[in-house]
């Protein structure tokens, strides 16, 4: 990476910690979503501490079944980024008033409930029971809240007549319209992974954390194109990116064709008093000529 991107990393990721003081920008929430599909790292860098500090040996599970009194720790570490979003959010309710800002606060407010019941849950040792149960209705909230503001704010699509089904009127990938429809069934398929923790039998827990990790990893690469899409196609449609501004009249081209003759006497009307301005000019040239060779 260039110096100039290695800073803007660290500009913009520093800012995020600071979430609330200041203007949220477009990059701002954009790098706070990235975050939120990175649970699966931050919440485990508490599990790598673990293992670094008790050592690789046969009772290195110990830090990833039953994360104990300390299951804190790693739940703040991975409702972290949640938490900032939903800073974000309010803040920007804050400065322009728009309760869609709250509503999407909302949905990682669920969030952090959905996986808080998550490590309670694990904390118990994953037993069926009344957390069970509870963390399985807010996943089940939260996923179907994240997963419709994805297809309808985020990405914008599921809009009426659309000329292809289910997507927008303005798309940008005209060569590739099946990857919509591929986005659009993978994202909300993913939204629901969680399910791969609730069978008792099947791969060992940590293989499937992993692969719901990953696969989240690759919905938001997924969710940024559409997204940068979104928001690029919303700058035009405002004329914050733009480069032709309509003009505020009709310009009717016939009727300045038809007006030849009024064309020939201005072009005329602008040669004579091109002449007579050069004429002026050599004249006043002159003058000045004489009246130096006279001071002279």
Same mark, same amino acid.
């Given at each position: 990476?260039?110096?100039?991107?290695?800073?803007?990393?660290?500009?913009?990721?520093?800012?995020?910690?600071?979430?609330?003081?200041?203007?949220?920008?477009?990059?701002?929430?954009?790098?706070?979503?990235?975050?939120?599909?990175?649970?699966?790292?931050?919440?485990?860098?508490?599990?790598?501490?673990?293992?670094?500090?008790?050592?690789?040996?046969?009772?290195?599970?110990?830090?990833?079944?039953?994360?104990?009194?300390?299951?804190?720790?790693?739940?703040?570490?991975?409702?972290?980024?949640?938490?900032?979003?939903?800073?974000?959010?309010?803040?920007?309710?804050?400065?322009?008033?728009?309760?869609?800002?709250?509503?999407?606060?909302?949905?990682?407010? &669920?969030?952090?409930?959905?996986?808080?019941?998550?490590?309670?849950?694990?904390?118990?040792?994953?037993?069926?029971?009344?957390?069970?149960?509870?963390?399985?209705?807010?996943?089940?909230?939260? &996923?179907?809240?994240?997963?419709?503001?994805?297809?309808?704010?985020?990405?914008?699509?599921?809009?009426?007549?659309?000329?292809?089904?289910?997507?927008?009127?303005?798309?940008?990938?005209?060569?590739?319209?099946?990857?919509?429809?591929?986005?659009?069934?993978?994202?909300?398929?993913?939204?629901?992974?969680?399910?791969?923790?609730?069978?008792?039998?099947?791969?060992?827990?940590?293989?499937?954390?992993?692969?719901?990790?990953?696969?989240?990893?690759?919905?938001?690469?997924?969710?940024?194109?559409?997204?940068?899409?979104?928001?690029?196609?919303?700058?035009?449609?405002?004329?914050?990116?733009?480069?032709?501004?309509?003009?505020?009249? &009709?310009?009717?081209?016939? &009727?300045?064709?038809?007006?030849?003759?009024?064309?020939?006497?201005?072009?005329?009307?602008?040669?004579?008093?091109?002449?007579?301005?050069?004429?002026?000019?050599?004249?006043?040239?002159?003058?000045?000529?004489?009246?130096?060779?006279?001071?002279?």
């Amino acid at each position: 990476m260039f110096k100039s991107s290695r800073w803007w990393l660290i500009k913009n990721v520093s800012k995020l910690l600071t979430s609330g003081m200041h203007r949220v920008e477009f990059a701002d929430f954009w790098m706070g979503d990235q975050f939120c599909s990175l649970v699966f790292t931050l919440s485990n860098l508490y599990y790598v501490g673990c293992v670094y500090t008790t050592g690789i040996d046969a009772s290195w599970r110990q830090c990833t079944s039953h994360p104990g009194p300390r299951w804190g720790v790693t739940f703040l570490l991975a409702s972290l980024p949640l938490l900032v979003r939903l800073v974000q959010s309010v803040k920007r309710w804050v400065d322009s008033r728009l309760i869609t800002h709250l509503i999407n606060g909302g949905k990682y407010g &669920s969030g952090i409930i959905q996986y808080l019941f998550y490590f309670l849950w694990r904390e118990q040792g994953g037993k069926r029971g009344p957390i069970f149960v509870l963390w399985c209705i807010f996943a089940t909230n939260y &996923s179907l809240y994240a997963g419709s503001w994805d297809l309808l704010m985020d990405w914008s699509l599921l809009r009426p007549h659309a000329p292809y089904p289910f997507l927008r009127p303005n798309l940008l990938y005209t060569n590739n319209i099946p990857f919509y429809y591929f986005a659009i069934v993978t994202n909300i398929l993913i939204r629901f992974i969680w399910v791969l923790y609730i069978p008792e039998d099947g791969p060992d827990f940590i293989l499937r954390t992993f692969i719901a990790g990953f696969l989240e990893a690759l919905r938001r690469w997924q969710w940024n194109f559409l997204r940068l899409e979104n928001e690029h196609l919303g700058n035009i449609d405002q004329y914050r990116v733009t480069r032709e501004v309509p003009l505020p009249y &009709s310009y009717d081209a016939a &009727s300045h064709d038809s007006d030849g003759e009024d064309e020939d006497d201005a072009h005329d009307h602008r040669s004579i008093a091109s002449r007579s301005w050069k004429h002026g000019r050599r004249d006043s040239v002159s003058e000045h000529t004489t009246a130096a060779e006279v001071d002279a």
